[in-house]
């Protein structure tokens, strides 16, 4: 080799080393991102919060996890279901949740915890591949969880099933990796960012670690529910193609895991006089009962049995879609008895001081979410969304929020 050839190859090794010292800084850099964004920044909202909040649960320490959309999340409270029942449950839902995405929270569920009873809200079968082109649900579903699930080869899986299925790979890298999709939407730049990890840091420090309202949300005040259209208790639509292929696929999944402790529920609805959607996605959920009977499952449809926890329409309702809080006590009350005398035997789980420390905490916070909740309606708050923010948080520790509620 001559002098010539030694100092070109000592060049490119050269510039091969930086470029290789190039690529690990920036996939440190890309590590610690990814990092701070799962454990310090993730977004404040409903459902990060509710997501994240499900994984500060203690290994197999809850007796009742429930799936599904806004319909179950608001219909249930684990808050009163403990503090009346002693049933400590989680409510691991996204709003918008869709039946693609329910292996995989089932597989995260089975994964951290061992409940006697897995409830799953059968919202997220009633949609079309049309409704899915307009509304993008379950895009949605997949967005919302990966935002805030942990890493794992199930959250891999369920995002290169979304973008297989979709062909929509203009997302993969927001979906891969959430920072990228959301570093756009820091209000008041680089302190507001501060502001949120600060208030992320120190979040379930209101509960020694854990989430302190155990996922509950609502909203505020009622809106207009007309007249109520009848509609036999038979009647059936068929469902989507796809969206049945999705929901048998995902019953074929539970039997092979021999998944016995599954129960399938409709959450209440109103059924609007004129309204073709909410007609179609009745005869959807009865539908849906006789697939699942034919997995072996139990199913119970509450728009055919409204009367059960007792729910009024309107008053019960906040919309067609979801009980508000009267509605919920009510739901939260009837369901907890029912799972109680069907399989959920909270004293046979073993938790420590502390842990029934905590649950009394999310008891007296419960409490004085409900009364922050009358306070806002008696002040003619309309659609206020509470949740667990940090900002409530800190509100409900004003004094004023102490005391007995009274049940509405």
Known sequence: MNRREAVGRGCFVLYLKRILKGLLVLATIVCV??????????????????????????????????IGASDIGRAYCAGLAYRDYGIRSYPFVINGDDVHVWKYQLSEVLAHQKPDKIVIEVNGALYSQEEEKKFHMYESAVSRLSETMPWSPRKLRMVQEYLRSSGNYGNALSLYWPLYANHADWPGGVLSVFYRIQMNRTKYDFNGGVSTLRGFETLTGQKPIGPQQEIPSSYEAVLDPEYERALREFLSCCRKKGMTNILFIRAPHCLAAGDERAKLMYGRSNRIGSIIEEYGYPYINFENHKDLPGIETPGDFYDSQHLKVSGMQKFTAYFSGYLLENGVNPKARKISPRREQQWRRTVDYTERFLRRYDELCRDGQQDTDLYESPELLETLQGGQYAGKTNPQ
């Open 33 to 66: 991102l990814t990092l701070a964004w799962q454990y310090v920044y993730y977004p404040d909202n409903y459902d990060a919060n509710r997501v994240s909040g499900f994984y500060q649960e203690p290994e197999e320490s809850l007796d009742v996890v429930l």
